[in-house]
């Protein structure tokens, strides 16, 4: 048997990238996914990839949108019965530059996303069926929420808003349901583009490993922390850097 074998999860943020690789990750050790995005085009792509319908559904929409999250853990219990993980990787940067200088409209809309909507896609799983039959759910934050991140400050705010709901969630809910983030620096994908495109070897200069992160790197951690395996693990944020936070970079 797979570690997921009966196992039901919810990844938000999933038609690519990152999400879509946790996704896989998850599939392939034995769970059903329901994967959310904005657009269904992706979304049904990201599904034939996952295997089709035998193993994930998707279900689009505005990952703050409180119709869409009903939507989306009616779906899962309607589909596959149950929500035993839940993994919040929806994230926004929409702004750049100082945070003194920054557009407030675009501030609470990070924070929207980012924040709010994770701890409402918690009261969603835990009241439909978490509080009830337990489970795990793992925070998608960043190393931008560990310490002052220049030029990203809303972001690494808010990703510092994430861990900070983590440890809340985790006091909370414990012991039943253990709740955990993971923090990764840059990883190669098209959120992160504008970070390390037509420079990508001196970025990797900087990180002890001489790489950049891969969306498989962060799908293995989650995967980890939502398993038996972490079975004693809760309230943590496991930093994915390829070691680039001990130099002193974000």
Known sequence: MSRFDGKVAIVTGASRGIGLAIAERLVADGAKVVITARKAGPLEEAVAALGGADHAIFVAGAADDLAHQD?????????FGR????????????????MID????AAEKTFRVNVISSIAWAQKVYHAWMSSHGGAIVNVASVAGLKPAPGLGVYGA???GVIHVTEEL???LGPDIRVNAVA????????????????????AATYPLKRLGVPDDIGSVVAFLLSEDAAWVTGQTITIDGGLTLTGGV
Do not use: C, Q
């Open 184 to 203: 990764p620096a840059v990883v190669k994908t098209r959120f992160a583009e504008a970070l390390y495109e037509g420079r990508e070897e001196e970025v």
């Open 102 to 105: 920054v557009d407030l409209g």
């Open 71 to 79: 939507a989306t853990v009616a779906a899962a219990l309607d589909t």
């Open 170 to 172: 985790a006091v909370e």
């Open 158 to 160: 808010s990703k510092s």
């Open 83 to 98: 929500v035993d993980f839940l993994v919040n990787n929806t994230g926004i940067n929409p702004t750049y530059g100082r």
